[in-house]
């Protein structure tokens, strides 16, 4: 994006390559073995540790084994803390607030929290990690909060309306996400013979990821008086989100997309699409695409992104380049799989 165009790099950057050290905890779950996968290909990085206690001494290859013949790093139960200059918390959530309280990580080392626990305001210093509104706080920040993926999702639909002072009237949103979502343990409603060929819905109008999607759209609106009733829903593939949100509005359709386009213009990975916008688009990306079919009196808004990637790795690594003054696609130049 253009703010980055003044951005003074950071001093660790005049090592050369892999001169960013970099920390990974819970590095065994999905998000941890995709983030991984990011950051052996990322320009300025260097894993020192991936922190596994369960699989401390293994192959990093053993257990996320699209990494076979890529590297061969093992997962440790130490965490050295002092040899790094970023660390990436790959925890369920919950943890990662309970986990500082018990250990203690340098001043000068930055941390990413993929969890939920520090995204809404409160007594903590964290930055709300999404890019597309955040980028100046992003930059000075030393924690930054990463999004949840349905919030970015979701957000990202609805951020440009809000600038335009659209959401006068409840909102109905309607989002699928893959199986992957649910993370890498098994359950009940994750193993395939239950997920093929099957579709359910969870927590109906009391998702988690509510809270923080309603401070971004009041954020960007100045207020928020409605509700967003969102309904997520399980898909029965692995990866990807797909998003229905349905505006009020009597404003005029062609100036409302002529506003998206130019709310995204800068933005890295979030593009308007003039045409109607499927999965395979996004997925194995970090983008987000999002378009608009005009109605009488109401807007169709849909958007999709990677759950894994935009919606939390991707993400992390985007925020991991602002926060140091790289280039914020670095490491992330990948391409959809579109068959």
């Known amino acids: 994006m253009s703010e980055n165009d003044n951005v003074t790099k950071h001093p660790l950057l005049g090592r050369g390559l892999g001169s960013l050290r970099v920390g990974v905890l819970g590095a ?8 991984i996968r990011l950051l052996l290909n990322h320009p300025e990085a260097e894993i020192v540790f ?26 440790t139960d130490a965490m050295p803390f ?60 030393q924690h930054v909060a990463n999004p949840g993926c349905f919030a970015t999702c979701i957000q990202l639909g609805l951020l440009p309306a809000a600038y335009l002072n659209l959401l006068k009237y409840d909102v109905s949103v309607n989002a699928i996400t893959g199986s992957t979502g649910a993370g ?6 994750t193993h395939f013979s239950w997920r093929n060929n099957n579709l359910s819905i969870y927590k109906p109008f009391t998702h ?42 009597k404003a005029p359709a062609d100036e409302i997309i002529q506003a998206y386009k130019d709310f995204y213009a800068d ?9 109607p916008i499927d999965l395979k688009q996004v997925v194995n990306t970090n983008k987000c695409l999002v378009h608009i079919d005009a109605f009488d009196g109401k807007l169709l808004v849909t958007s999709c992104i990677d759950n894994l990637l935009k919606g939390a790795v991707g993400q992390a690594v ?14 992330l130049r990948l391409k959809a799989s579109a068959f």
Do not use: W
């Open 184 to 189: 890498q343990k098994p359950g009940a409603t």
């Open 208 to 249: 988690q990821h509510l809270a923080e999607i309603r401070q971004s759209l009041a954020q960007v609106q100045g207020h928020l008086d409605v509700d967003i009733d969102f309904i997520p829903y399980r898909g029965d593939f692995a990866r990807g989100i797909f998003c229905t949100e349905v505006i009020r509005t």
């Open 267 to 275: 933005a890295a990975f979030t593009h308007y699409s003039d045409k």
């Open 28 to 35: 065994a779950g999905y998000t941890g073995g995709e983030l």
């Open 318 to 331: 985007q925020n991991m380049n602002i926060m140091f003054g790289i280039d914020e696609t670095a490491g």
């Open 82 to 141: 002092e040899d790094v200059d970023v660390v990436f918390f790959c925890f369920g959530h919950g943890k990662s607030e309970a986990f500082l309280k018990e250990h203690t990580i340098p001043e000068h080392v930055k941390i990413i929290d993929l969890a939920q626990d520090f995204r809404i305001k409160g007594d903590h210093d964290y930055v709300y990690g999404l890019p597309e509104i955040n980028m100046a706080d992003i930059q000075k920040a």
């Open 50 to 75: 991936a922190n596994s206690e369960s699989n401390a001494g293994n192959l990093v290859s053993d257990v996320h084994e699209g990494l076979v013949g890529e590297t061969d790093l093992k997962f």
